[in-house]
């Protein structure tokens, strides 16, 4: 069994660069928030324990996450190689995740760390519009409509985000440095960090990826 992390700020890329690996891959790609659907659809026990944090709007505790992660990775093969994104956020859930691999005879093979300038990332997400009919996502720059405030595909409204409101996201951004700077000096000192130019355009990044992806 082999395992990467991608790392990166709100807005640095992740979804995009991990489809590019697992289309050009055998990675298969997991999100927190892919598991955590998965277990409460399966109506696992700790399914359960994630969806009642849930309903009463509560963050999933480190503990339930990490059980879910095992669960998941119990089910696997020792052939397979799995891409977390945006997985682990924090140190405590970053040393877990090592308790977790150690006891499948596995480890953290690579992380990848994007690297976007902070005025990138605030013109990346502060642009972003959505469709409220139908959900199509809109760049004011770089992805624009073709009629400013109306949907190509629907005809809907679109509209902004409160989480996408340059503040909002400055604030995203200030909580997300505060939080990674220890994990990514814990994967540093591992000599496992590899740091990608994610501020340039999608395809390159992932090339450069890729590249380096052993």
């Known amino acids: 069994m082999q395992a990467i992390i991608l790392l990166g700020a709100p807005g640095a890329g992740k ?14 790609h997991v999100s927190t928030g892919d598991m955590l659907r998965a277990a409460i659809k399966a109506g696992s026990q700790t399914g359960l324990e994630a969806k009642a944090f849930m309903d009463k709007g509560e963050l999933v505790p480190d503990s339930v ?4 992660v095992s669960e998941r990775l ?16 924090t140190l405590e859930q970053a040393r877990q995740l090592d308790e977790v691999l150690a ?14 300038p902070t005025p990138v990332i605030v013109s990346r997400l502060s642009g ?7 959900g199509a996502v809109y760049h004011v720059t770089n992805i624009p409509p ?7 595909q629907c005809g809907g409204p679109l509209y902004q985000r409160p989480d996408d409101e340059e503040a909002t996201v400055l604030n995203r951004l200030d909580v997300y440095q505060r939080q990674t700077a220890s994990l990514i000096d ?14 340039t355009n999608p395809q390159a990044a992932t090339a450069e990826l890729l590249a380096k992806l052993a």
């Open 15 to 28: 979804g995009t660069l991990a489809e590019g690996v697992r289309n050009a891959t055998d990675y298969i």
């Open 65 to 68: 996450i990490m059980r879910i």
């Open 74 to 89: 119990a089910q696997g093969q020792p052939t397979d190689k799995y891409m977390f994104d945006g997985f682990p956020r």
């Open 103 to 116: 006891k499948l005879g596995s480890a953290v093979n690579q992380v990848f760390l994007l690297e976007v």
């Open 128 to 134: 972003r519009r959505i469709c409220k009919t139908c």
């Open 146 to 152: 073709k009629k400013e405030g109306i949907c190509d």
């Open 186 to 199: 814990y994967y540093d000192q591992k000599g496992i960090l590899i740091r990608i130019n994610a501020g």
